[in-house]
């Protein structure tokens, strides 16, 4: 037993980390500020297009792992003289959410971002209910009628906010006269997307990226460009309806769903509902019950 706390204590030198029996205040109120940088980080992360990009480096990691198990020394030499070079592009890919971040950091109170937990743990799931479905279905199909263009982002798991700040804020409850509203001619909020979080329209006039993908449609429009544009680089489900046709169509994973009727944009909607439903459990019983006639 002397020996493995021996051997703990050596250990714990070697990476600096203090014993037991020599932590200080000191080190009591570093380890709650690494704390609560590390929690801000991944909230920060988690808001981001950054999320996606920690999936594909853990996925990474855990390849490099295995490669380091079995002693693959040719994958590990590529890997570590490409080291260097997969941080800077890290950091090319990721410039305009570290530059909002600093710019955040530097318009903000520092102290209240930090101990605003409760706004931190707020759940924004995306989750709507069955009545936001039917409201969305309901005014594109009539949008469609009337060939007015719409473009609506559903969000889903992944924060919308940087598209959200391109907009003009709107909270407000899903409903079809809203969104008929919103999308008519020559009405102010018109041109742009909105974006959907849960049962609430957040924002609207919203600027989104363009798809670059080289086998869409050469006879789509931005509309439909921005569409698919936000869903490769989101969860998000985005429902375009077209000025020129009427036609209905979603996007979502980067793939484009054209000329959708009522039903099957439902099914596209319920898709990302994420609804939990519960069944009811039935008590069979083998004998027969008091009721039972004899």
């Not at 907009?167 to 407000?172: E, H, K, N, P, T």
């Not at 041109?191 to 049962?199: F, L, N, Q, S």
């Not at 209905?248 to 939990?276: C, F, M, N, P």
Request: aromatic share 6%; glycine share 6%.
């Amino acid at each position: 037993m002397q020996e493995i706390s021996t051997y703990i204590g050596e250990y714990l030198e070697y990476l600096h980390i203090p014993t037991v029996t020599s932590i200080t205040i000191t080190d009591v109120v570093e380890i709650i500020i690494i704390t609560l940088l590390i929690y801000a980080m991944l909230v920060w992360v988690k808001e981001t297009r950054a999320w996606a990009l920690l999936k594909g480096v853990l996925v990474i990691l855990a390849f490099l792992l295995i490669a380091a198990y079995f002693q693959m020394t040719t994958i590990l030499w590529i890997a570590t003289r490409l080291g260097s070079l997969a941080l800077i592009a890290i950091i090319v890919i990721l410039q305009p959410e570290l530059r909002k971040a600093l710019e955040n950091l530097g318009q903000t109170n520092i102290i209240s971002n930090i101990f605003q937990l409760d706004a931190l743990r707020t759940p924004t799931t995306g989750n709507f209910t069955d009545k936001t479905i039917n409201e969305i279905v309901k005014a594109c199909v009539e949008m469609g009628k009337a060939r007015t263009g719409a473009l609506i982002v559903i969000e889903h798991t992944q924060r919308l906010s940087e598209y959200e700040r391109t907009g003009i804020d709107i909270d407000a409850i899903v409903s079809s006269q809203l969104l008929i509203n919103i999308f008519e001619h020559n009405t102010p909020l018109h041109d742009g997307a909105i974006i959907v979080r849960g049962d609430r329209v957040v924002s609207a006039t919203c600027y989104l990226p363009l798809s670059d993908n080289m086998e869409l449609s050469k006879e789509l429009g931005t509309r439909h460009r921005a569409g698919v544009g936000v869903s490769e680089v989101t969860d998000s489900l985005t429902v375009i309806v077209s000025e020129e046709t009427g036609k209905i169509s979603v996007a979502h994973l980067g793939k484009l769903y054209r000329g959708l009727t009522a039903e099957q944009l439902r099914e596209q909607l319920a898709s990302i509902q994420d609804k939990v439903t519960e069944e009811k459990k039935r008590i069979i019983w083998k004998g027969r019950t008091k009721n039972e006639a004899k």
